[in-house]
Structures are given as structure tokens and as C-alpha cells.
């Protein structure tokens, strides 16, 4: 099933016939074969895909990271030419400076941005009291967990107030548990704070749990399979009034999880022939 | 002194014994290093006494250090010898954090970026090889004897090590780091205060220490040919007045001056190290 637009207002993000080829056009290698996606504004849209689809690459255009060989990426109606902190990037690696604490890495936007010390010091801490990071202000990265780094990594993409989030695979580093309880955390984080995201993952769980629509992906050439929506099934099974671990054992969620699984392999099939 | 009040509950065999497996620590290295001074001073002070080479062409330890001691009261070549070496260091701090100051930004900006390191990497490979002292002439002719000659010779000095280090510890930082602060809206000169500084600031402080060595030994050679004051105008104002002594005294006070500055910079490194593992 392919969805239709869902947007009320105009789309936050469009990929325009974005295609990306490393190497010579004859002989290169074909990243993203002519994909065109949009996604509305407080979308959350996830994208999964093996190895080499160019999920990544997809996201790191509309970071500004990455560019085009042809086709256009726009994010709200204008063409992205670079990053900036209207499009904040979460990192699979979180990224944070290891030589600035907790407090500064979250504050590190707003900094740029020239904001005065004291809405420096209010922001920081709304984030460090919404991601449960009180107490740990002044920490040095490598002395938190993994779960709590991601968590500072997070805060500082929403210190930004950013119109898009992206997020790479922000979770796989990750183990399992803590992996859970991030999952939860960012819907509920989601829902105080409504953003536009991207999320690139290779769990489809993830996917299924956290998304309103699903990309699927495929390689050789990079491109969009299917498009599922989620949405409408998580709102008429209320899947938002149960903890994750009961979603995660409902039968419409695993109805959906088998579906997003099986377009994967068929996908996987297909390139292997 | 642990070991000494260790030792009072031990049994007293046992504590020399332990004090022996101790030497070979820091007692040891200090012993050694003493031992070494030892022998070139003995040595040398041997060689003076013994009459085989003339007190002019080497004047013995304590000959060095009386005049070291006359120098240090009696003006020569213009002044005292703690003025000429105070003339040096003020000369050698200006060269030192002009090549500090434009040898960092430049090296961390062509880590950062590829294409000012296109830009930059050839015209520096090829000037860098151009030793300080074959910067003289040059110098000489542009500044004749004015400040800017030995400033120029210590720059040439100390700058390359500032890049290439400030260059190297720019790559080491993992791309994500980068790419997060440029998300967050950092423009270039925040990314050089806040990110690539700081980022490369243990492969910094290592070229900031070889800078200052480098830098002192070519301020030596600057000041031999293009200035009038300072120790290496000194040195050359004994040498056509015959003096070994005063030539000697001079190679001494760069020597202690140079160990001195090294000993300095060790302190702040580590202290800095400290710090950021902290």
C-alpha cells in the first residue's frame, strides 16, 4: 500500500528525482536511482533498507551533509546548500565534543547562534530536566553511558529548536534494553515536542513502533520499494496508550512488523538475482 | 620518605631490601643523568687542567663559571649577560607566538578542510625546507639589523611545527564531531575556537613544544649575524675579542635557558593532559 500524501500543510521535506552516482556516469556506482519522498510537517517518517540502499545518503542531502548528482532536496520550499541547525542530525556515533561537558554540548547550538547566557542556561536545563540528564551537567561524555549519551545528543538537536530532526540509526549503538527505553522516550518526547524526523534504522521493530510512515528501501540501485503507512493502524489500535513492550506483543503490531520484514527480503531477493 | 616510614613496622633487612628494588625508578635515572654531568664536566675540566690544550682555546669549568659569574655584573658588548639573555627571550616570545598564531588556525584549517589544504599542503611543503639560518640573508636585506630579521628566522623556526601538528590533530577528530557542529549552525571561526582547537589541542601543545625548541635554536643563530644585542651577539663580540670564556658562557646560558623553557612547556603539557583526562 502506498499512501497518499497525508499533508494538510505544504511538505517540510522533498526529495525531488534525487539521484546520487559515485564514479562516472557509464561505469558508476548508482547510490540513489531518481527518489522522490516528501514528508509533512510533525511527520515522522523512518526509513529502513539493507546495506547500500542510500538511506543514509538520503538523509545526509537533507542534512546538507551530502549532495545530489541531480534532483533537487528542499526543505521547507527551499533548497538546502549546506547544513544548519534548522535540520538537527542525530548520530549513530552521537558525536558529542568529549572536551565539553554535558551542559555545553547541549548548549553548543544556541552558542553559535549568539544566544545570551541565561536562555543558554534556561534551555539547557528544560532538556537536561526532559531527558533526565539532572545531576550530570557537568560530566565529561565519556564518563556517561551509552543511553545517556545518545540522550545528550538528542537534547542538543531539540536545544536548536530545529524545524526537521534527522536521526541516523541514533539507537544502534545501543544494547537492547537501553535501546527500549530510548524508543519510549522519544515518543513521548515527540509528543510534547512534535518535530518533523527522519529516522534511519535497520530495526524494523523500531520502525514499526516509532513511525507514522514506513520507507522501505532497496539496493543496486538505491531506491524507494514501498511506502507503508502506520499511522492510522497505531491510532485505531491505540497503540500510544500501552508501553512499548505490549505494542510490541499485539498482533496488529506484529501483523505490520511481518509485512515490513517480508518486503525486505523480497527486496534482498531481488538483488541478489 | 614512604618507604623510610613503611619501613619502621618492617623487619630492617626487609626494607633495604625493598629500597634497593626501588633504585632502579627515578633514583636511578636522576643518578644516571647526574653520573653524565659528571663526566663531561670532570672530563673536561681534566682536559683544561691537564696542559695539553692552552687555558685561551679552553678555559676549564670554573674558569666558564667565574666569567659566567663577571659577566652577569660587568656590562659586555653593551650589557650584562642577564640583559643580552632577556633581549634573546623578548625576541624569541615575538617570533614564537607569530608563528603560534598563524601556524595553529592555518594547520587546524587544513586538516578541516580539503580544499584549503590543497591550497596551502604544496607551497608549504616546499618553503619548509628552507632551514632558519638560510633565511639570514633574506632577512638581512629586508630588516638589515632591526627586530624583524631574527623574528623572521625564529618564525621559520617554529612555524612548521605549529602547522603540521595543529594539521595532524585537525584529522584525528572523528568526522561525526565536525559534521554535528557545522549541523548546529557553527561558523567557520567558532569551528576553529570551539571544535578543532580544542579537538586538537593534545597534538597542539606537542608542536607548540617542538616549535619553542626549534625557535631557540634559531634565535641563537639569528642574533650571531643580524643584531646587537642579545646572547648570540654576545658570543660573537668574545669571539673577535678572543675570549673562549665569554663564548663558553654564552653557549651555557642558551643551554639552561633552552632546558628551561623545555622543562616549562613539559609542566603545562601535562598539566593540560591532566585536565582533560580529568
Known sequence: ?273 | MTTLSNAANATAPKAARRMRRRLPGIGESLVLSLAGFAILFGGWWLLARSGLVPEQVLPGPDAVLAEILHLMRTPFAGSTLQMHLLSSIGRYLMGLALAVAVGLPLGLLMGWSRRVERAISPVFEALRFIAPIAWLPFATLWFGTGIGGPILIIFSGAFPPCVINAYYGAKLIPTPILEASRTLGASSLRMLTDVLAPGALPSIIAGVRIAAGIGWQSLVGAELIVVSSGVGYLMMQGQTNLSTAVVMAGMAAIGVTGFAIDVLLRLIESRIQKGALA
Open chain 1, 1 to 273: 500500500m502506498i499512501s497518499p500524501s497525508t499533508a494538510t500543510s505544504g511538505p517540510d521535506i522533498a526529495f525531488r528525482k534525487v539521484s546520487k552516482v559515485y564514479g562516472n556516469a557509464e561505469g558508476g556506482f548508482v547510490a540513489l536511482d531518481k527518489v522522490d519522498l516528501t514528508v509533512s510537517r510533525h511527520e515522522f517518517v523512518a526509513i529502513v533498507g539493507p546495506s547500500g540502499c542510500g538511506k543514509t545518503t538520503l538523509m545526509r542531502m537533507a542534512a546538507g551533509l551530502d549532495f545530489p548528482t541531480s534532483g533537487d532536496v528542499l526543505v521547507r520550499d527551499r533548497q538546502v546548500e549546506g547544513p544548519g541547525p534548522d535540520r538537527a542530525v542525530v548520530f549513530q556515533q552521537f558525536a558529542l565534543m568529549p572536551w565539553k561537558t554535558v551542559r555545553d554540548n547541549i548548549g553548543f547550538g544556541l552558542k553559535c547562534r549568539g544566544a545570551a547566557p541565561s536562555e543558554i542556561k534556561q534551555v539547557t536545563d528544560r532538556y537536561i530536566t526532559m531527558m533526565r540528564l539532572q545531576g550530570h551537567e557537568s560530566a565529561f561524555p565519556h564518563q556517561l553511558s551509552g543511553g545517556m549519551q545518545q540522550r545528550v545528543a538528542i537534547a542538543r538537536s531539540y536545544a536548536v529548536d530545529p524545524d526537521v530532526l534527522l536521526m541516523d540509526e541514533p539507537f544502534g549503538a545501543l544494547d537492547a534494553q537501553t535501546r527500549l527505553v530510548m524508543q519510549e522516550e522519544l515518543v513521548q518526547l515527540s509528543r510534547v515536542n512534535p518535530r518533523t524526523v527522519v529516522f534511519i534504522t535497520h530495526s524494523v521493530e523500531e520502525a514499526v513502533f516509532l513511525a507514522d510512515r514506513i520507507v522501505v528501501m532497496g539496493r543496486n540501485p538505491g531506491r524507494i520499494v514501498e511506502i507503508i503507512d502506520v499511522k492510522s493502524l497505531r491510532l485505531s489500535e491505540r497503540w500510544d496508550e500501552l508501553p512499548i513492550e505490549e505494542v510490541m506483543d499485539l498482533e496488529s503490531f506484529t501483523h505490520m512488523r511481518t509485512r515490513v520484514w517480508k518486503l525486505l527480503k523480497d527486496t534482498k531477493r531481488s538483488t541478489a538475482a
